[in-house]
């Protein structure tokens, strides 16, 4: 089974606008870390947030944000006041048994290509 | 602060020839990661080092694939030799401490073998 699951190949969102891009995991594992990277078209993956399963609140970095629902086992990005830099392939990603465990392999999802238009 | 630094940063060779692949880390940083992306999908993990000693090297083609962290900084990722599916782009991480911190990635070096 898929640990990370991405649905959506393609997204667009108008400048300005918000966007929601999905991510579902799956892992029997009490301890994990969720991430989002950003991979424009240059090639390197930019780290933009990241969710503990034991955190309560929800992960805000300026304005991205991760909805974070446990029980669904979803992982959601979602981006406000869109720009056109934000046109990029985007990961979820997972680490399992973060607390303890020396493994730091992530685990990802196929991605999300969002393009941003004006 | 100076990030992940990978070179060659494009790479093409013929099947069977060997190549390698070069990471430095961000200064300080103890674990570092080597993952392949090929096109289309995400990037998966090959071989993860804290320090110079390998602590995750279970995707590793061994028959083929080597890696090194000489003295705890820079590594090395050798193909030898090289398939038409080993093209793809190897990306190098590194985090602060341990398998808890953030990994930040290098630009990659994009692989083609013909």
């Known amino acids: 089974a898929q640990k990370i699951t991405q649905t959506q190949p393609g997204m667009f969102v108008q400048e300005k606008e918000a966007v929601t891009l999905d991510c579902t995991y799956d892992?029997?594992?009490?301890?994990?870390?969720l991430f989002w990277y950003k991979q424009p078209s240059s090639g390197e993956m930019i780290f933009l947030i990241y969710?503990?399963?034991?955190?309560?609140q929800n992960a805000t970095e300026g304005r991205y944000s991760l909805n974070f629902q446990k029980a669904r086992k979803s992982a959601n990005l979602v981006i406000s006041a869109s720009q056109l830099g934000d046109s990029a392939m985007y990961f979820c990603?997972?680490?399992?048994?973060?607390?303890?465990?020396?493994?730091?392999?992530?685990?990802f999802g196929r991605g999300t290509q969002l393009t941003v238009w004006p | 602060e100076a990030g992940v630094a990978q070179s060659p940063r494009y790479k093409i060779i013929e099947k069977r020839q060997s190549v390698a692949f070069w990471c430095n880390p961000i200064?300080?940083?103890?674990?570092l990661y080597w993952y392949q992306q090929i096109l289309g999908q995400g990037p998966k993990l090959l071989i993860q080092?804290?320090?110079?000693?390998?602590?995750?090297d279970s995707q590793l083609p061994k028959d083929r694939f080597s890696a090194e962290r000489l003295k705890g900084v820079d590594s090395t990722l050798k193909i030898q030799p090289a398939k038409l599916e080993d093209s793809a782009v190897y990306l190098c991480?590194?985090?602060?401490?341990?398998?808890?911190?953030?990994?930040?990635f290098g630009p990659g070096t994009r692989l083609t073998v013909l």
């Open positions: 991480a590194s985090s602060f401490r341990g398998a808890a911190d953030t990994q930040y």
């Open positions: 892992t029997s594992d009490p301890s994990y870390g």
């Open positions: 969710q503990g399963s034991y955190d309560q």
């Open positions: 990603a997972m680490r399992e048994g973060y607390r303890g465990s020396t493994l730091g392999r992530l685990y």
């Open positions: 200064s300080g940083h103890a674990t």
């Open positions: 080092f804290q320090n110079n000693g390998v602590v995750d």
